[in-house]
């Protein structure tokens, strides 16, 4: 599986973004972590975009739990602006709350807001190709876009040419695959301002059922936390600096000196 945790516009895999009246919310973090900040009772939207010739079954965890047994099917170089929850017509919304600054509350909050979209590939049968080996005869299904190729036998099987790091899991009769894959720290001096993904309005999206099969594993996933619009970080065009000697505000960063009072800046 490949993860995404930066939400990358270019990239070839298909992935999600947070959005509110279908604009793009900016991301923000590093290292892997990527934060999106939004106000208490803000309804957004879960931005979907396929840019593969794969068809995907999407779906949703929302504070660590997944959202439904159910998913939305993605089509290829389909754009879809989610709203809702899978199971029932409530929008998407965030609200917050303050904790208390512990390392208990800090523990117990650690997956508040967190959205994970998986995305599982349309399965696609092809005419194989056999492989004879020491032991038993091996069988090429082609590459799933899970960073490996596929050779299965009747005794077991694995996924080879991983990308990064593996685990391996079990399916079943002996088969199994390997898995390809490469949270904000919250302070303040007496409470903790955290957000849930909550039920919101009435959503008038609706869906229809699909009757296509997809892999039982996770093709791609994507990662974002979302966090109160208090603990976003401060960027340069948002800190506004005033003067010391009549506190007036200095409004170009080529001032040297306060027009209004004459004072150094």
């Known amino acids: 599986m490949k993860t995404s945790q930066n939400l990358s516009v270019d990239s070839e895999n298909p992935q ?40 995907y079954l999407v779906k949703f965890k929302i504070n660590g739990n997944y959202q439904s047994q159910r998913g939305l099917v993605l089509n290829p170089g389909q754009r879809y ?3 809702r929850f899978i199971d029932e017509d409530r929008k998407l919304g965030f609200s917050t709350y303050e904790v208390e600054n512990s390392k208990q509350a800090k523990q117990a909050i650690e997956k508040n807001g967190l959205l994970e979209v998986e995305f599982y590939a349309e399965v696609v049968y092809k005419n194989p190709f056999t492989l004879q080996g020491n032991t038993s005869t091996w069988t090429y299904y082609g590459n799933q876009g899970s960073g490996g190729n596929y050779w299965l036998n009747g005794f077991g099987g694995t996924i080879t040419n991983c990308v990064s790091g593996s685990t391996t899991t079990s399916i079943s009769n002996g088969v199994s695959f390997t898995n390809c ?15 849930r993904v909550e039920k919101g309005e009435k959503s008038n999206q609706s869906f229809s059922e699909s009757f296509d099969s997809f892999n039982s594993w996770i093709s791609f996933s994507t990662k974002v936390q979302i966090l109160p619009r208090s603990q976003k970080p401060a960027e340069t065009s948002e800190i506004r600096s005033y003067c010391t000697g009549c506190g007036s505000r200095n409004k170009k960063q080529n001032w040297k000196f306060c027009p209004n009072c004459g004072t150094k800046i």
């Open 16 to 55: 999600a973004w947070i959005a509110i009246q279908k604009n793009r919310q900016k991301v923000y973090g590093s290292n892997g972590n990527s934060q999106v900040y939004l106000k208490d009772g803000e309804e957004f939207q879960i931005e979907l975009f396929n840019p593969t010739q794969t068809k």
């Open 81 to 83: 602006f989610l709203d």
């Open 181 to 195: 894959s490469s949270t904000s720290t919250l302070t303040s001096d007496a409470s903790i301002e955290t957000g």
